[in-house]
Structures are given as C-alpha cells and as structure tokens.
C-alpha cells in the first residue's frame, strides 16, 4: 500500500504535468470517497482553477488551487494511485482532472475505494487538518522530537514507527527495513531505546525512506504503481521485506518471517542476529 515513499512518487510525478496549469474540469466519480464536502462543491471550486503547487503531507497528496480556490487534498490510503497514462482498470476511476492546454486528464483511481479526497478553503485549513490527525512528516521529524515521543509509550518500536499520530509516512515494509538499519529489534518497547539508538533510528528512517523514494517506491501484487504505470523498484534493492528464511545481508543468518504483537495479520521480518532481543520478556 502507498507510504511515504510511494506516495512522494505519486507528488513527484504529478508536479510536472499539475502545476502552473488550468483544470478545465475536475470530475468527481465517487462521491463515497468525499470528505467533508459535496461533489458539487469541489467540482466548482476546481473547475477552472489553477494548480499553484502538489506537495505531500506524510501519506496526503495537497493540490494547491490559486485564486483563492482552496486546496484538495486526496489520500491513497491502501489502493488508491494516480494515473497520467489511461489507467489500466477504468471502472476505478474516482477522480478526474481535465486539463486545457495541454489537453488531458489525470485519473485518481481507488479499486477498494478506500481513499479519501477532501476539500480545505486554505492551504493552512488543510496544514491544520493534517496536524490534528498525524504526527509530524518522517523526513521532517527532528531527532529530539523523535526521541521525546518514542519516550512516553512502551508498545513494541515498530506498532509505534507505523503509528501515524507519532509520525507519518512508515508502514510495514519500511519500518522492517529501518529497525535492521538501525539495529533495532521490532519488539523492543519503544521506551527503551538509549540516546544512540534514537540517533541510529533517525538517521535510518532518512536514508532508508530517501532510498525508496529514488526506487520509485515498492511494488507487489496489483498494487501501487508509479503515475506512469510502473512498478517501484525498492523491493528489488531491500534488505527484509519478503526475504523471510534467505540469508541476511548483515551477517548471512536466516531472516525470520513472524508476527509481532500489536500487529495482527501484518508480517514482521528480522534478523535475530543483527536486532538482538535486549530487554524483551
Ligand atoms: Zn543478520
């Protein structure tokens, strides 16, 4: 499913064709997917504006309208993507932006229509937004603020990295890569990481999520695809998601595919070796 990674590819790909260029209609198929608004409402504040920036807030894609049209913000959440090539499944088109000059669409497409799209009358209405239901961005994140609200909770370290309100952007596959970065167990309690272990963990999470982004992301199954249609490449380059019983890149052990509590029916892969159990009943 989109993270942070994938979801800066969907931005990074759609800046080019978005930005500085007029909708000439923007067509809601879905209403199911709204939030907060009518499909009325949004068609007719983007109909005819200007796109004046895309940005990413953790896993929201911000589409900045200028004339005082506000902003639409969408979240792929488990199967949404967005498409500047004809998507392949055309019946999970939710979302349309026509373009005039030149002219052509961009598909925002859902299969489980999971997604949300929603409308801010400012791009500080949709920052606010933001900061009352996630934590800050994982590539924004300072150390100290990292370390200070790893502090206050003793759930597992990785539950904790994939909880959007301590930061936003890591799920399942990238929170498996950055605790074996860094050295870490997934189920140690989150509140008892040492000083350089949150130092060792920060500087994971940036090199591990810029990583991915330069892959374009990670792919399996019929799921994300880039806005072109491609599958990204990080799975191809990861250390351990999906490599459950092959050899770990750290020390040549066998990586162990299990579950971990707090996350039910998501797998955890470790190395046993290179993440020591210390401090775990
Ligand atoms: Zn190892």
Redesign the pocket.
């Known amino acids: 499913m989109p993270e942070l990674p994938e979801v800066e590819t969907m931005v990074r790909g759609l800046r080019p064709a978005l930005v500085g260029q007029t909708l000439h209609r923007l067509t809601i198929h879905d209403p199911f997917l709204l939030q907060g608004c009518t499909a009325e409402e949004i068609e007719r504040q983007g109909g005819g504006a200007k796109v004046t920036a895309v940005d990413r807030r953790g896993k929201w894609v911000v589409i900045a309208l200028g004339g005082c049209r506000g902003s639409i913000v969408i979240q792929p959440r488990m199967t949404g993507g967005f498409w500047l090539v004809p998507p392949d499944r055309p019946q999970h088109v939710r979302v349309s932006f026509g373009l005039k000059r030149p002219e052509r669409t961009v598909w925002f497409c859902d299969a489980r229509r999971l997604g949300k799209v929603a409308w801010y009358a400012t791009v500080d209405d949709a920052e606010a937004a933001f900061a009352r239901s996630q934590g800050p961005d994982a590539l924004i994140i300072t150390p100290d603020d990292l370390a200070l609200r790893l502090s206050k909770t003793s759930r597992g370290i990785k539950p904790t990295l994939m909880d959007q309100k301590i930061l936003a952007g890591i799920g399942n596959i990238y929170a498996d890569e950055v605790l074996f970065q860094s050295r870490i167990h997934p189920e140690r309690p989150a509140s008892s990481l040492t000083a350089e272990e949150h130092n060792r963990l920060h500087a994971a999470i940036g090199e591990v999520l810029n990583r991915a982004i330069a892959a374009e992301g990670s792919s399996f199954d019929a799921g994300y695809r880039t806005v072109l249609g491609l599958e990204g490449g990080f799975l191809a380059q990861n250390a351990m998601y999906g490599r459950g019983g092959k050899p ?6 066998a ?1 162990l595919k299990t579950k971990i509590a707090g996350l039910i029916g998501r797998p955890t892969h470790y ?1 046993p ?3 020591p159990a210390i401090g775990i009943r």
Do not use: F, M
Request: charged fraction near 0%; include cysteine; aromatic fraction near 0%.
């Open positions: 770990c890149p750290g020390c040549g052990g990586i190395c070796t290179c993440q």
